[in-house]
């Protein structure tokens, strides 16, 4: 009995004692509640700051659970859709040529005239791209590979309804090579964000799309204009060209597992902007207002700065060099793709068999450029990638000669096979060379002076040699003019990096006794007991901005 009593005592002020527990608890958890009430009273609030918190609230949610989609999945759909963005936009000006002499005859106009047309198209194409990057950073590469395939689209469409040449231009060359130029370089910024391990892999095998459309367009081209006319077959154009949207449409934004804020402004200086307008709005006047002309000009300059970088090539010897070569080869190299298949139908050839000429071309570059990209990828050529781009433009003027000799169908085959060796290391040395002479940092702004200047000798190029050949009735100037313009180039850049090369280890040789102070004295004091304010001061070198 008394033991049952002990235990009903114990049991009493074990109840007690955890209520008395649950009681200092609560209160402890209330005076947090105060606490945090109070704290959080000195915070702003209203609509400004729930937007914030709730952007805070979606980016946390979205790093917890976002699933990171590059290199797998979805990845592999945006790379088959770049495989055929580019073989719709980089591969359809090859097919200009099939179209050459039903133009020609169509509108009454000579060479010169004629030519105009595909130099429009292709200068557009290539020098679009300081524009296609604004309108990507502020509406995105879906948007604007979407609004590429319209505008192409609409080009080729309102081109079959065309009653001169002036109005092909502005239609067929103009607004189809500026939808080309969205669609191509807004796919291949869509292309960097979806793959980053696999990128070098994901752009080979997207650069087999050009090489694919140069197959198909020619021949799918002389096709069509044998069964229905240039206006007809412009017209299904327009429908083809309209896959760039759906393109666009695979190509939807990556969520990244680390989301950014939304950076809204800060209230002192939203009222002060208010305030600012509202004496501008009863008269007043602004003490900014002095400097507005200033900073517009400020503004102008550092948006051409950052898409179009003179002060690289002023300062840059090496990217000077290879702009002023490249822009120099364009002229030249852009000829055989719109003369070649005229040339060939003058001297005889079935039209068939002509139009067949610029897809052999293509076909061997499916092949031979993979293999370009590796074998310059081979450490035996680091920082000599350029003399091996001298060499394939060096190769690429040569073999001209070949039409030149004859211009029978099994020669310019031929012609055609060397001539695609060297295209395919042409293309896939281009930009490669140009990321080994420019920092990466600046690479963006470096192509983009790079792709205006090119497109001008684009441009200009087919047009003057079209008026030679009206001059001289004579389709071999073609020929030579490509081959001087090439070999010149090749030789231009080969020997100027050699030239480069052999100043910069003069002054790297004169350099070493200076670069490293410390090799040539003794010094018996252990480097890590010196202190730091007693260091020597190092002796730097700028040779570069």
């Keep these: 009995m008394g033991s049952a009593i002990a235990i009903c005592f114990m049991l009493l002020v074990s109840k007690k004692s955890n209520l008395g527990s649950l009681r200092s608890s609560s209160t402890k958890v209330r005076s947090l ?44 759909m945006v790379l088959l859709a770049a495989v055929l963005l580019q073989g719709l936009t980089l591969g359809f000006p090859s097919c200009i040529g099939v179209f050459f002499t039903d133009l020609q005859h169509e509108f009454q106009a000579s060479n010169s005239e004629t030519s105009w047309f595909p130099s429009i198209m292709v200068a557009v194409l290539h020098g679009g791209g300081p524009l296609c990057s604004i309108l990507v950073k502020r509406f995105g590469y879906r948007f604007a590979v979407m609004l590429g395939g319209l505008l192409s689209s609409v080009g080729m469409v309102s081109s079959s309804f065309c009653k001169s040449l002036g109005q092909l231009y502005l239609t067929a060359g103009l607004i189809t090579g500026l939808g080309s130029c969205f669609s191509f370089q807004a796919g291949v910024t869509a292309l960097g964000h979806y793959f980053v391990r696999w990128q070098a892999l994901a752009n080979a095998m997207a650069s087999t799309g050009v090489s694919l459309g140069f197959t198909l367009w020619p021949l799918l081209s002389q096709y069509m204009l044998d069964e229905m006319g240039w206006r007809n077959t412009f017209l299904i154009f327009g429908g083809i060209l309209l896959n760039c949207c759906v393109c666009g449409a695979i190509m939807r934004p990556v969520q990244l597992a680390s989301g950014s804020l939304v950076q809204l402004p800060r209230p002192g200086e939203d009222s002060g902007r208010r305030a600012e307008e509202a004496q501008l709005s009863n008269g007043a006047s602004s003490p900014h207002l002095k400097y507005q002309q200033q900073n517009r000009k400020t503004a102008c300059f550092q948006m051409l700065q950052k898409y179009l970088a003179f002060d690289i090539f002023c300062q840059n010897k090496g990217y000077q060099i290879y702009t002023i070569g490249v822009t120099w080869m364009m002229m030249g190299f852009v000829l055989p793709h719109v003369y070649l298949v005229p040339y060939a139908i003058q001297n005889g050839v079935e039209e068939r068999k002509a139009a067949l000429l610029i897809s052999i071309i293509g076909f061997i570059n499916i092949f031979i450029r993979p293999l370009t990209g590796l074998l310059s990828g081979h450490r035996i050529f680091t920082g000599r990638r350029i003399y091996l781009f001298s060499l394939a433009v060096l190769l690429c003027g040569l073999s001209n000669f070949i039409c030149i000799i004859s211009a029978e169908f099994s020669v310019l085959i031929v012609y055609c096979v060397i001539l695609s060796i060297a295209m395919s290391g042409i293309g896939a040395l281009t930009f490669q060379v140009l990321m080994d002479v420019v920092e990466m940092d600046r690479f963006s702004s470096a192509l983009g002076l790079f792709t205006v200047l090119e497109s001008i000798t684009l441009l200009i190029g087919p047009p003057l040699t079209g008026l030679l050949v009206d001059i001289t009735n004579d389709f071999h100037y073609v020929f030579y003019t490509s081959s001087f313009l090439m070999i010149s180039a090749a030789l231009f850049m080969g020997l100027s990096f050699c030239a480069l090369e052999k100043k910069r280890n003069l002054k790297e040789a004169s350099k070493v006794p200076l670069d490293n102070p410390s090799r040539y004295q003794y010094n018996d004091t252990p480097a890590e007991l010196q202190p730091e304010s007693q260091s020597t001061p190092a002796v730097v070198y700028i040779t570069s901005i």
């Design 33 to 76: 509640g105060q606490g945090l009430h109070g704290s959080c009273s000195r915070f702003p609030s209203g609509p400004a700051w729930e937007k914030k918190a709730v952007v805070m609230s979606r980016g946390g949610a979205a790093a917890r659970g976002a699933a990171k989609p590059q290199d797998r999945g979805w990845a592999w």
